[in-house]
């Protein structure tokens, strides 16, 4: 094969350089290589001084076509082009020599050892959309065979009693202050002692600032999530700063091109990701915010006539539809039920506390740690709502308000993700209108237990965690089976959440573990 590949080559030289003396005077040689704006271009001037040199540039033209087409095909014969059939646990390749799917000798793993890496407080019940959706899907994985280690900056342990209240059940927890876990040797070191399969990213900044040289310097695969509330959080309450926008399109777009495989949670976010932002749609899953089996139906509280709201009141949206229901919302609905009353779950600021808590129609609960509690507040409810009017992405409080078998109702924002359950009440953001809604349910208990039992049954037929559990499978296959390439650090972009100001000072310092398996 060396002997011909020899041979054939000084005859083509033989012959390029015959067409390059007789052609050559006339011969100009124009690249153009486009890459977005970019443009390199090359050209050979028609003149007497660069004849020999047009000649031999010529030459080394035809004969660099000839030897990169050879190795191309010896290559894809013997390195066959791997990508994926639809996720049966086997990586195939396409063989050019004869045109066969063939099987890659690469074996995708039944079961993985994943580490989910997070910079947020957390706490043993999940006090926030994105905890709520990882402590869950992450149980339903553990389930399945496959194993959680879980690597968290600490962001509101203050003292080791606090860590050793921590209790997440089958998962090892590395608590980390935030020198520690932005260190990148030390987080390299830590993950290869896990033994990981893979890295799952719920943040994109930490991704791009942490993420990114782990994936350098362990070769390890990363799943990411792209949340599309901070998009939505960024398109209506900050409209006027461009540069923070910018900020964060350039964070999106970057991390989902530079990670393995991308979650959204909706298939409109998905859409987004592939037409604005460029990201190859066969590494983009949907596995949206599903509802845990533990809410069994209890039907609306027909005993009294309770408005209810669920929500962490520092963040921006939660906070403005508190007060949007308190002042606009609720006078209305008393014309008709002046029984009735609003009651807000969730942690709440001392000034929204301080400014409503004195009258006897409004209840705050605050944060609810306990998970039997949380239902028993959840099942006073006659009514859910969320009513927010911006960066809504997918709301955790509809899925339980429906698997608790309440009637809900929500403005076109908050409906993202829940298209399937058609049983919800939809209305415009007009206090009238869902003053209207409320106090026909209100009116009507047999109506209002009858959406609430549909909402029951649709949410678990469409958003069960079994069924989202199988495409965060796939997304993990898909990465783990991928070409990995080495990229360069990023930008140093703080996590959006920051912002709210819900994190503790004089934080732990050290590296703690909170290990639930032993």
């Known amino acids: 094969m060396i002997h011909m590949d020899l041979a054939i080559i000084v005859a083509f030289l033989a012959i390029t350089l015959v067409l390059g003396t007789h052609y050559g005077k006339d011969v100009k040689l124009f690249c153009n290589y486009q890459i977005k704006k970019i443009k390199i271009l090359f050209y050979m001037e028609k003149n007497s001084r660069f004849r020999v040199a047009r000649r031999v540039f010529f030459m080394m033209y035809l004969v660099l076509m000839y030897m990169g087409t050879s190795i191309c095909l010896h290559a894809t014969v013997s390195f066959p082009i791997i990508f994926n059939i639809p996720y049966d646990n086997k990586i195939y390749g396409y063989d050019f020599s004869n045109g066969e799917i063939i099987e890659n000798n690469i074996e995708v793993k039944s079961s993985y050892k994943i580490g989910l890496i997070l910079d947020s407080a957390i706490s043993s019940i999940p006090t926030t959309g994105l905890l709520y959706k990882v402590f869950s899907l992450s149980r339903e994985m553990i389930n399945k065979g496959h ?5 968290i900056c600490n962001r509101n342990f203050t003292s080791i009693k606090e860590i050793e209240k921590l209790y997440i059940p089958r998962i090892r927890i ?3 202050d935030e020198n520690l876990f932005y260190n990148k040797d030390f987080m390299t070191n830590l993950v290869t002692k896990e033994n990981l399969d893979a890295m799952q990213f719920e943040i994109p900044q930490t991704f791009l600032k942490l993420g990114v040289p782990l994936k350098n310097k362990t070769g390890l695969p990363s799943v990411l999530v792209l949340h599309d509330i901070e998009d939505e959080l960024m398109e209506t309450l900050n409209k006027n700063n461009k540069q923070e926008n910018t900020l964060l399109d350039y964070t999106h777009y970057v991390a989902g091109h530079l990670a393995d495989s991308v979650m959204t949670l909706t298939s409109v976010d998905r859409d987004k990701r592939i037409k604005k932002h460029g990201i190859p749609s066969e590494k983009i899953f949907v ?4 509802v845990d089996r533990s809410l069994s139906y209890t039907g609306p509280n027909l005993n009294e006539k309770i408005i209810g709201l669920v929500g962490n009141q520092f963040y921006e949206p939660n906070h403005r539809a508190t007060i ?3 002042e606009k ?6 014309k008709e039920h002046p029984d009735a009353k609003l009651k807000i779950i ?3 600021s001392s000034e929204l506390y301080n400014s409503y808590s004195h009258r006897k129609d409004i209840k705050f609960t605050g944060e609810i740690r306990d998970e039997s509690d949380y239902i028993r507040e959840l099942g006073s409810f006659t009514i859910g709502t969320c009513c927010v009017d911006s960066g809504c992405g997918m709301n955790v409080k509809i ?3 429906c698997a608790l078998g309440l009637p809900v109702v929500l403005t076109p924002i908050c409906h993202t993700g829940y298209e399937d359950i058609t049983s919800l009440d939809l209305v415009q953001l007009d206090p009238q209108k869902i003053a209207e809604k409320i106090n026909d349910i209100l009116h009507d208990g047999s109506r209002a ?6 909402n029951h049954q649709l949410i678990y037929e469409y958003l069960s965690w079994e069924k989202i559990s199988k495409t965060l499978e796939k997304a993990i296959s898909h990465a783990v089976s991928g070409i990995k390439t080495n990229v360069s650090t990023t930008k140093n972009i703080k996590p959006v959440w920051i912002s709210e100001n819900r994190h503790s000072d004089n934080i732990l310092k050290g590296h703690y573990i909170s290990d639930s398996r032993k």
């Open 147 to 151: 194993t959680y280690v879980f690597f």
């Open 174 to 176: 590395h608590i980390l």
């Open 287 to 290: 596995t949206p915010i599903g």
């Open 324 to 326: 949007y229901l308190i």
């Open 329 to 334: 919302v609720l006078p209305l609905v008393q």
């Open 346 to 348: 969730g942690m709440v």
């Open 399 to 401: 899925s339980n308000y």
């Open 449 to 454: 237990k009858q959406i609430g039992l549909l």
